[in-house]
């Protein structure tokens, strides 16, 4: 799969999402987009707070990172984004010290569907501003739509990876 595309009324592609979005732009520039991304979250949320002082070892934000880059860069299956970290040198210098498990990136992804689609859809966009060197402009609701479908596309695809390894 290279390309999600929207298609016109005779079936021809119009525009596509590289499956890997490192075509686009540098995987250190997606890497910084989705980090500001995520830094604009409310981690000062007390409900967030105290789920993180009883669980210190959980890591929501190493995991949302990590997850959406791969998935942005074409690396959807469990293991594959587990492996992506230990041989990412970028991942690792800038999340030194984590351990991520295939059981704890599947169950982050089930348990975080909507924020890991916010986050790829936030960086496919940004990555759309930044190739077609767009600024800060308004897009249109219906390619905002597409790339909305096309951050569904990739969690949709990492879950049947996974489910095709666990052999269901």
């Avoid at 009883?54 to 995991?63: D, G, I, K, S």
């Avoid at 860069?73 to 210098?93: I, N």
Wanted: hydrophobic share 40%; proline share 5%.
């Amino acid at each position: 799969m290279a390309t999600e595309s929207i298609n016109d009324t005779n079936g021809s592609a119009r525009f596509s999402v590289p499956w890997d979005l490192s075509t686009w732009s540098a995987r250190e520039r997606l890497l910084e987009i989705l980090l500001a991304e995520i830094d604009s979250l409310d981690w000062a949320n007390p409900e967030l707070l105290q789920l993180l002082r009883a669980n210190p070892a959980f890591q929501p934000r190493f995991l949302l990172a990590l997850i959406a880059f791969a998935y942005a860069t074409s690396t959807c299956e469990s293991e594959e984004v587990e492996t992506l970290y230990y041989r990412d040198a970028l991942l690792k210098a800038r999340f030194p010290g984590q351990a991520p498990t295939p059981k704890g990136i599947s169950r982050f992804r089930r348990e975080n569907r909507g924020l890991l689609k916010w986050c790829l859809s936030q960086l496919f966009k940004q990555a759309l501003r930044d190739k077609y060197q767009l600024g800060d402009q308004l897009l249109p609701a219906g390619l905002r739509k597409h790339l909305d479908d096309a951050a569904t596309t990739r969690l949709d695809v990492a879950r049947h990876c996974d489910r095709a390894v666990a052999g269901e």
